[in-house]
């Protein structure tokens, strides 16, 4: 079996939420600040916006506006907005990006690993052949190519057209 270390995300999994008022899944959208808080695209029911702790350059997540954590109780045109979404996303990161492939999932629930587990959400991470190396393992560091405001301003453009 091959494992993908995610040292980096340290930080992001040993959180203790203290620091964190409510769920960032629905505050970030409410605040109506998109470029800080990485949002690069509202749809009626649901939104994109960029992964804080990303795997690679673009990592998205797409939320709905309504939290819950259970799935089977997203309303229908909620869940097929969050689809359309992620599909739209794809898009986008191919376009822009041109990953050579994706990694598209949802954890649902602690247990599988959710680090949000009451706020439904899909990641969509692009992926390149060699897109892991010895620095992740070795130094507890990945490379990024580009800041996060740098993959906003790649993205949210393309989202709009």
Known sequence: MERLWTPWRRAFVEADGTHLQGCFLCTKPA???DRQNLIV???????????LYPYNNGHL????YAHTGDLAKLETSTASELMQLTQ????VLQRVYHPHGFNVGMY???SAGAGVPDHVHVHVVPR???DTNFMPVLADTKVLPESLAQSYDRLEPSFRS
Do not use: M
């Open 31 to 33: 605040e109506h600040n």
């Open 41 to 51: 695209y509202r749809g009626p029911l649901a939104y994109v916006l960029l992964n």
């Open 61 to 64: 997540l797409i939320a709905p």
């Open 88 to 91: 739209h996303s794809v898009d």
């Open 108 to 110: 649902l629930g602690k």
């Open 128 to 130: 390149w052949e060699g």
